[in-house]
């Protein structure tokens, strides 16, 4: 597992408008990267990697979004050190984007299409669900 | 396929201890059985069912009490202690750093499983049930508590709580089937509690065990397969020996009213059944189905006792006269009347009485009362138990915990964060934001970013204060009511744009604050949109009367003028400036990304080192609101505390044409209302918070905050009256107070506008 911020863009706004939002990436001279769209509610989305949108509706909500923190576990470490403390039952489609609490923690969790998870904490959260999940130095 | 979670397979024939004796049992033997095998009784008499409807051989193993002994296999090795005939077991001694660990060794285990169909009970219909489901294709798991698997609890999800003798299932089933079966009709009568008495099940696996039962009689339906002699007639009573055993069993016949006396070493009674149907009646909304005996709500009652000395419940040794005297009392009811006797309150949660109490009642109203409603545990637990895999509350770290640490800083869990108490010396804390300057983390505030084409509407029918007026680059100190006009949280509007806010929440109740907010916005179906910030932006109050040099010296020349805010680079770091004051001196709040916090605290606290600056913990700035009388909602304010009370009644505009609680103030304004928070000063050290307010030998209200203050040179503290006509003076731990108006310092409010 390995820790790294998650910087994006967020935005609440009509949920037709972001289903038709366009997503600008780190832009031109940067290597190529697709931003992780992850629909967090009907009227809100983050967009992992985002560094601007493109939305049509003018009382959006649109902010740089700095809090969250993505915690990367290869499938295995994913099964042995965090489903045990996920209450909720685990989407079994891939990839699979799940919310709920791990260990009593508020988090979000991507799955990819390998299985490898990331889950995603608020920063201020951090340090407290690492403290709850026996996981190897 | 059916799943079976455990594993199976009996030990071999043994020997356990019991009360320190060696006692051998056979294999497939439970403890209950070892016991009686043994010549002894589980727990020293009682009616024994053997299938874990009762609370009558219930023991402690290997020190864990309130253990079902029919329930539980007798394994080499383990060691039972009977529950004492009368009283309460003496629970194991427990020691340690940390009461929520087990004494008996690490915490235990939760296996989760979801499932498509879990079948609780392992009898034919159970099997049945089971056998159908697979047949279509489902998963299915049955849990038997006879295989160890008792089912203590099922929750909304659904969600089924298994105890088993290794760990604790969480299955989470998408279907549940209930076939629990039936269980035996317990006697209540006169000697009910004797040693040597049987129902008809029991004595049939005692049998099967190879147990002799002596000299057996039964009454009512004999067992079959079981050698005893028939007795007819009504029981009446069971007469015992010396030892606590049954002697002889007394039986009537109605018709020509005599009694007839059968000697006997063993009573059997074949009373009927009732349908085991605890966790159906504990299921409330969950969805699930119940199938066999279980499900036969028109199993004919028993008898209704009669006699007074009768035990009903055997748990709690309720008699029939115990009933009687309840029913005196008015508690009419089966609801209130096992609340008021206790039947049905015991260890077997009205496993065995239940059946008796509803056909008591029943013979004293003519109409059959619907059992009451169940609640988990229906089997006993262990805390490690009942706690296993549970989670205390996440509490918060603000991107400047380590700063704070690193300063020497005290941290509390306060409002669901981690926050500085103080960082070693809160006086020389409170005279830097009174004479020099300050940095309080405020990261904790609520924040929430509210748009739309709807938001001024939305914010006129939220807050009692008036919204539309407050220009861009304004803000405006609002109180949050809710319907009864109650003082939920307060907090800042801050119009951003013609349809954009921010606003600002107080730390602990900020999730109820946003949870509120949205539940409106479906309720009136406006359009507006909303973002929860509170993780997402930290905050750095800079304070006192220097503070407008630090800023300049971070470049910030231009400031926002009271109540105003601007965005803005302090330091180089992208700010939210708002100009506000907590603390009673000129502050400004820098609200800004939760990444460059560490970055502009520690730009400011180098920018300030000449300036004298340090930080400021709770203790100080709890010190410093209280001289400027600055009520914290759910500290000083009361579940049902308005702005009349609070005497915040500035706060509210009753000309709006609505906002939410405004009809229940407009109505409570025309009511006495005695009820009002002061403030109070006293020479010498504060009062312990808490404090009651006396008036002539009276407590008239209690004391919500208190603080020594250094500034004024006496206590200062804000307090609830309840009683009119309202003092002058009262008496709060013995010494004199003046009831005094707020703010006690700089009342003009001066220094904060500065």
């Not at chain 2, 047949?135 to 105890?163: H, N, S, T």
């Not at chain 2, 339906?221 to 079981?226: A, F, I, R």
Request: charged letters at 20%; hydrophobic letters at 45%; one cysteine or more.
């Amino acid at each position: 597992m390995h820790a790294l911020r998650a910087p994006g863009v967020r935005v609440v706004a009509n949920p037709e408008s972001i289903d038709g939002a366009v997503w600008h990436d780190a832009g031109p001279g940067r290597e190529e990267f697709e931003p992780l769209v992850l629909r967090f509610a009907r009227d809100e989305v983050f967009a992992i990697g985002a560094t601007g949108v493109e939305i049509d509706d003018a009382d959006a909500i649109v902010v740089a979004e700095v809090g969250y923190v993505a915690l990367m576990f290869p499938a295995d470490e994913f099964v042995d050190f965090v489903v045990p403390h996920i209450e909720w039952p685990a989407p079994r489609s891939r990839p699979a984007f799940a919310q709920g609490s791990i260990a009593g923690v508020p988090a979000k969790v991507y799955l990819d299409v390998t299985g490898a998870a990331t889950v995603l904490v608020q920063g201020v959260y951090l340090d407290e669900l690492i403290d709850r999940l026996p996981m190897p130095q | 396929m059916t799943e079976r979670l455990l594993p199976g397979g009996q030990p071999e024939a043994g020997r356990i201890v019991v009360d320190g004796r060696p006692v051998s049992f056979a294999a497939g033997d439970s403890i209950a059985v070892a016991i009686v095998r043994a010549g002894e009784s589980p727990a020293g008499g009682g009616t024994l069912c053997l299938t874990g409807d009762c609370g009558n051989c219930l023991v402690q193993v290997d020190g864990v009490a309130y253990v079902r002994s029919c329930q539980q296999r007798a394994y080499p090795g383990i060691s039972v202690t009977r529950h004492p005939r009368e009283g309460l077991p003496v629970l194991p001694h427990i020691s340690g750093p940390d009461l929520t660990l087990s004494p008996f060794g690490p915490g235990i285990e939760v296996l989760r499983a979801e499932v498509d169909v879990a079948v609780i009970g392992g009898g034919a219909t159970g099997r049945e049930a089971a056998a159908t489901a697979e047949g279509e294709g489902k998963r299915v798991l049955v849990l038997d508590a006879e295989g160890g698997d008792e089912v203590v609890g099922i929750y909304p999800g659904p969600m089924v709580i298994v105890r088993t003798p290794t760990l604790m299932l969480h299955v989470f089933p998408h279907e549940i089937v209930v076939a629990t079966g039936a269980a035996e009709i317990h006697p209540a009568v006169p000697g009910n509690g004797l040693d040597g008495i049987l129902t008809a099940r029991a004595a049939q696996r005692l049998h099967a065990a190879g147990i002799e039962l002596g000299a057996a009689v039964a009454v009512g339906t004999p067992p079959e397969g079981v050698p005893c002699i028939p007795v007819a007639g009504r029981l009446v009573r069971v007469e015992g020996d010396e030892r606590g055993r049954v002697r002889a069993v007394v039986t009537a016949d109605d018709w020509i009213e005599a009694e007839t006396t059968t000697p006997c070493d063993t009573l059997i009674v074949g009373l009927g059944f009732a349908p085991r149907d605890v966790l159906v009646r504990m299921a409330g909304e969950v969805p699930l189905s119940v199938v066999g005996p279980a499900a036969d709500a028109a199993m004919p009652l028993p008898p209704a006792p009669t006699d007074p000395t009768a035990v009903v419940c055997t748990c709690n040794g309720t008699t029939v006269a115990d009933l009687e005297t309840a029913w005196e009392r008015g508690f009419q009811e089966l609801e209130l009347l096992k609340r008021s006797s206790l039947a049905c309150l015991g260890t077997c949660q009205g496993g065995a009485c239940l059946p008796q109490v509803r056909a008591w009642i029943a013979a004293r109203t003519g109409h059959v009362p619907a059992p009451f409603t169940a609640r988990p545990a229906s089997r006993q637990l262990t805390l490690a138990e009942a706690g296993a895999d549970v989670t205390v509350d996440a509490f918060r770290r603000t991107p400047l915990h380590d700063e704070h640490l690193a300063l020497g800083g005290r941290l509390d869990r306060f409002g669901g964060w981690w926050r500085p108490w103080h960082y070693g010396d809160p006086i020389a804390e409170y005279w830097a934001v009174r004479e020099g300057v300050s940095l309080g983390d405020v990261s904790t505030l609520g924040k929430l970013v509210v748009s739309g084409p709807d938001v001024v509407e939305f914010l006129e029918r939220l807050y009692p204060c008036r919204v539309a007026d407050i220009l861009p680059g304004r803000s405006r100190y609002a109180l949050l009511l809710n319907e009864r006009g109650h003082i939920m949280d307060d907090g800042m509007i801050l119009r951003e744009a013609k349809n954009l806010f921010a606003l600002t929440f107080t730390s602990g109740g900020a999730a109820n604050a946003e949870m509120w907010i949205r539940d409106w916005i479906d309720q009136w179906g406006l359009n507006v949109h909303v973002l929860d910030r509170t993780m997402s932006l930290a905050a750095i109050n800079v304070t006192g009367p220097l503070g407008a040099e630090l800023l300049t010296r971070a470049g910030l020349a231009e400031r926002p003028a009271f109540l105003g805010h601007t965005h803005a680079d302090v330091a180089g770091v992208p700010c939210h400036v708002m100009r506000l004051s907590f603390t009673g001196e000129a502050s400004w709040e820098l609200h800004h990304p939760v990444d460059r916090s560490v970055e502009l605290w520690r730009a400011l606290m180098s920018l300030g080192a000449d300036l004298g600056i340090r930080p400021h913990g709770l203790k100080a700035l709890f010190g410093l609101r209280l001289e400027k009388g600055h009520v914290i909602v759910g500290m000083d304010t009361e579940l049902d505390t308005t702005p009349r009370r609070a005497r915040m009644a500035w706060a509210v505009r009753m000309d709006k044409p609505t906002f939410i609680g405004k009809a229940a103030l407009a109505r409570t304004a025309k009511q006495p209302d005695h009820r009002r928070l002061h403030g109070f000063t006293m020479d010498g050290q504060a009062p312990v918070e808490g404090s009651p307010i006396m008036v002539d030998g009276d407590i008239v209200g209690h004391v919500t905050g208190s603080w020594t203050s250094p500034v004024l040179g006496k206590a200062v503290m804000l307090g609830w009256l309840k009683r009119l006509p309202y003092p002058e003076t009262v008496t709060i731990e013995g010494r004199e107070a003046i009831v005094s108006p707020t703010p006690f310092y700089d009342p003009e409010g001066e220094r904060a506008r500065a």
